[in-house]
């Protein structure tokens, strides 16, 4: 039971280059989320997913792109990468929240980006 | 979501109880209060919730005050593994509302030896 897997875990690129971070889970929930990290700021939800087929705009969305074709698997594109999207990308998941308050996020270990 | 505040780092000596401060004095009443912590680099991971009762798991016990505009979390017996940085979150219990969360930059805890 691996939980949330994400693919790469390093990856260095060249301003313009397109790149695809993956994000695998096998805890059969529903909702998926992208998330980016940065120093002196906290998490910041890119894209997320309520389900198969379906995603929507976090809150910073642009220069992303997002699919969620399969349920276990929520794919990050950067189609044209620029320097300020240097950061260290996590994936989340989650269960249908319920009346006690449940829902609490499972992440991924981390995909480290630098782009030159 | 409510916004939270906490102190950005504390120390706490290694078997001690580290006492984790958190103010979320505009929280409204379907709203809970969310522990995570992240260790070094690694993704955050979920400790505790609770919505006005105290809570207790096998990582920490959490206590809400009666009118819930703070908590405080309670790592019994710190260990240096428990060196990380966490953050206290509040959410509303409806789905979906994992994307309205707000991180802030949490506590930086030390476990000294």
């Known amino acids: 039971n691996a939980g949330v897997t994400q693919t790469p875990k390093f990856r260095v690129l060249k301003t313009g280059q397109s790149m695809t971070l993956l994000c695998a889970q096998d805890?059969?929930?529903?909702?998926m989320y992208w998330y980016r990290q940065d120093p002196g700021m906290g998490l910041r939800l890119i894209h997320y997913s309520v389900g198969e087929g379906t995603t929507a705009k976090g809150e910073v969305p642009d220069g992303y792109n997002v699919s969620r074709l399969k349920k276990q698997n929520f794919l990050l594109g950067l189609e044209s990468a620029a320097p300020s999207q240097t950061s260290v990308y996590f994936c989340a998941t989650s269960k249908l929240a319920g009346g006690r308050g449940t829902g609490e996020l499972f992440f991924g270990e981390g995909s480290r980006l630098t782009v030159l | 979501d409510a916004k939270t505040t906490q102190p950005p780092s504390m120390d706490c000596a290694e078997g001690r109880a580290a006492n984790l401060p958190c103010n979320h004095s505009?929280?409204?009443?379907?709203?809970?209060v969310y522990w995570y912590r992240q260790i070094h680099s690694q993704g955050p991971q979920y400790i505790i919730h609770g919505l006005k009762n105290n809570e207790t798991n096998e990582m920490a016990s959490l206590i809400i005050t009666e009118d819930r505009k703070s908590s405080t979390l309670i790592l019994p017996h710190a260990t240096l593994r428990d060196t990380a940085v966490y953050y206290c979150?509040?959410?509303?219990?409806?789905?979906?509302?994992?994307?309205?969360?707000?991180w802030g930059l949490g506590t930086s805890l030390a476990v000294n030896p």
């Open positions: 979150i509040v959410r509303a219990v409806r789905a979906g509302n994992n994307r309205k969360l707000i």
């Open positions: 805890m059969n929930h529903e909702y």
């Open positions: 505009t929280i409204s009443g379907n709203e809970y």
